[in-house]
């Protein structure tokens, strides 16, 4: 997109010809910026991607840092819920922008800031995601590998690692201005429209970023998964809840980030000419997508995580408690349900999966959904 005068050049949108504009309609920058789904549909989709997401993962985080378990996977929960967090912070500047008509207020830095936040969440949890895959794998496949404390620390190391790697990733959109003063319109656009002298770093910067920060992990992923279901169906015996778990974390990395990063992909191959801005109008609703990834999360901490799910059946049980002493009626009826902890034998929060050779690895507790 240009602004008049300006030598321009979108990250996503590019000037077109009126030749080009007359054949590819949509594909225009007006199109999209003064589009009813960029000031209505996205902050509507936003905002409840906030509504949802802050209360959800707050209460996630309080809850897996006061029940931790070191058996599980509650530290790449923890991270993952944190990351969630950081990220629905700072959804009120963009529902904002969006609603001002693309109108950027807070200044360069701060637009830099949630640009950043926006991209090393998604990266972020398709990193944390697979980590789960592969600590699913481990104790599956080689629950002897690696046990106790010495787990514990490496877990804590790989934590660390991807947070070093997001912040090194996220650091050319730190360092280059990502606002841009459009005079036709009278806006200001944060990250939509970069200067024309970025366009090539950024088209190697984000076709980088969707090979090691997505298709890497998406392969890992597969293989860890498909490993473990083979596994598990060649000893004849049905782990329903497993593989109900494996499929809600695969489901959840698919729908939340294959459309925006396949998308953005085909946008930085494609040649720069003609109805090319459509690739971008299209991503920028599947990076809703990645967005709604923050709401869908709390429902894995559920089925992964004891702690979390023992805490909701024991808030649960205290609604239903205060709800009929509300009503004046006995409560003796309406005991707290024994947390799953206090109903597993073992390890606390776990429960023993048999390995190939007949023994077992610990893994979350998942009787009470099988």
């Not at 599980?72 to 950081?86: P, R």
């Not at 596994?231 to 809600?248: D, E, I």
Request: aromatic share 12%.
């Amino acid at each position: 997109m240009e602004a008049r005068g300006l030598p321009v050049k979108g990250r996503s949108f590019i000037p077109l010809t009126p030749r080009e504009k007359n054949l590819c309609p949509g594909a225009s920058e007006e199109a999209f910026l003064n589009s009813t789904v960029s000031t209505l549909l996205l902050p509507a989709l936003y905002s409840m991607v906030l509504l949802v997401g802050l209360p959800a993962n707050a209460l996630a985080c309080w809850v897996l840092a006061t029940n931790f378990r070191r058996c599980s996977s509650t530290l790449f929960l923890l991270n993952l819920a944190g990351a969630d967090l950081l990220f629905v912070l700072l959804l009120p500047f963009k529902i904002s922008y969006h609603l001002l008509g693309n109108h950027w207020l807070f200044g360069d830095y701060l637009c830099r800031t949630m640009v950043a936040f926006f991209y090393g969440n998604m990266y972020s949890s398709v990193l944390f995601l697979t980590c789960i895959g592969l600590e699913r794998y481990i104790s599956v496949a080689h629950p002897f590998l690696w046990k106790g404390s010495s787990w514990t620390r490496g877990k804590v190391g790989i934590c660390v690692g991807i947070w070093l790697v997001v912040g090194a990733g996220m650091s050319p959109l730190l360092l280059h201005s990502q606002t841009q003063d459009i005079s036709s319109l009278n806006i200001t656009t944060c990250h939509d429209v970069l200067e024309k002298g970025t366009h090539v770093f950024f088209r190697y910067y984000f076709l980088s970023l969707v090979g090691l920060g997505f298709g890497l992990p998406f392969v890992l992923m597969t293989i860890s998964y498909s490993c473990i279901l083979a596994r598990l169906l060649a000893k004849g015996r049905c782990y329903g809840q497993v593989v109900r778990v494996l499929a809600l974390v695969l489901l959840v990395f698919i729908l939340c980030f294959t459309p925006s990063n396949v998308l953005l992909f085909i946008h930085y191959m494609l040649e720069p000419t003609g109805c090319h801005n459509i690739t971008y109008f299209w991503y920028a609703l599947a990076l809703v997508l990645s967005a709604f990834n923050n709401c869908f999360d709390p429902f894995i901490y559920f089925y992964i995580s004891q702690d979390f799910r023992g805490w909701v059946q024991d808030a649960r049980g205290r609604c239903l408690r205060g709800l009929e002493s509300s009503m004046g009626r006995s409560t003796e009826k309406t005991a707290l349900p024994l947390r799953s902890s206090e109903q597993s034998q073992g390890v606390p929060g776990c429960v023993l999966l048999p390995s190939e050779e007949g023994s077992c690895s610990v893994v979350p507790n998942t009787k009470g959904w099988q």
